[in-house]
């Protein structure tokens, strides 16, 4: 089965307020390779996709598309690790 990641791409740069050329800035590249990439009529490399998750902050997308699972199960996971990992930092720091 293979992943088409263009609508991924998209996703992960329009969550991020990101134009197309915004993206293509960060990412030094044109403009219509970003455009053909999210159309899935660029094969992806691994090193652009990370480059891609770094500028957009979605690097939570590689994790959940490595593990097999929804990525807002994981963003939830990870939020609930955050704000637990705080909540126990404060109680060991005297402040509750």
Do not use: C, P
Request: charged share 20%; proline share 0%.
């Amino acid at each position: 089965m293979k992943i088409l990641f263009g609508s991924i791409l998209r996703g992960m740069r329009k969550s991020a307020g990101m134009s197309q050329e915004d993206i293509a800035l960060d990412l030094h590249m044109s403009i219509s390779n970003v455009s053909r990439l999210e159309t899935d009529k660029y094969e992806l490399k691994a090193a652009d996709l990370i480059r891609w998750a770094n500028a957009t902050q979605s690097q939570e997308v590689i994790a959940a598309l490595i593990l097999g699972i929804d990525v807002g199960l994981l963003q939830q996971a990870l939020e609930f690790i955050s704000s637990t990992t705080t909540l126990v930092g404060m109680i060991f720091l005297g402040g509750i």
